[in-house]
């Protein structure tokens, strides 16, 4: 991932609404979930909500498909996998005791969901 990537990503997750967007998209999993349930799940008003999803499309970590009459709109899963990676690259110059917490946390995440990562 580019920085320009990485920074306009971080830039539309720096937001307290569109974080709580993301995070419920994420964990909706890849069936995602249609604009109405995502405004009564977050109670975020309609024009507020496609503006913070616009947002989120743009910077490359929400994408959203037509089904019928409804748009479902899913976390961009590689492009979250891209950004966290890029976070990690250069991981404490490579001192694995530093690192190593988020690797048990990622492996806590992923067992407690019942997938592996």
Same mark, same amino acid.
């Given at each position: %991932?580019? =920085?320009?990537? +990485? &920074? =306009?990503?971080? *830039?539309? #997750? +720096?937001? @307290?609404?569109?974080?709580?967007?993301? /995070?419920?998209?994420?964990?909706?999993?890849?069936?995602? #979930?249609?604009?109405?349930?995502?405004?009564?799940?977050?109670?975020?008003?309609?024009? =507020?909500? $496609? *503006?913070?999803?616009? !947002? #989120? *499309?743009?910077?490359?970590? &929400?994408?959203? /498909?037509? @089904?019928?009459? *409804? !748009? !479902?709109?899913?976390?961009?899963? @590689?492009? %979250?996998?891209?950004?966290?990676?890029?976070? %990690?690259?250069?991981?404490?110059?490579?001192?694995? =005791? !530093?690192? +190593?917490? #988020?690797?048990?946390? +990622?492996?806590?995440?992923?067992?407690? @969901?019942? /997938? $592996?990562?």
């Amino acid at each position: %991932m580019e =920085t320009t990537s +990485a &920074v =306009t990503a971080l *830039s539309a #997750l +720096a937001h @307290e609404g569109r974080l709580g967007i993301f /995070r419920l998209l994420v964990r909706a999993g890849p069936e995602g #979930l249609p604009a109405g349930e995502i405004a009564r799940t977050t109670g975020v008003l309609p024009n =507020t909500l $496609s *503006s913070n999803l616009n !947002i #989120l *499309s743009a910077s490359g970590l &929400v994408a959203s /498909r037509r @089904e019928g009459r *409804s !748009i !479902i709109y899913t976390a961009t899963y @590689e492009q %979250m996998r891209d950004l966290l990676t890029f976070l %990690m690259e250069d991981c404490c110059a490579g001192n694995a =005791t !530093i690192c +190593a917490p #988020l690797a048990v946390i +990622a492996g806590q995440s992923c067992a407690a @969901e019942g /997938r $592996s990562c």
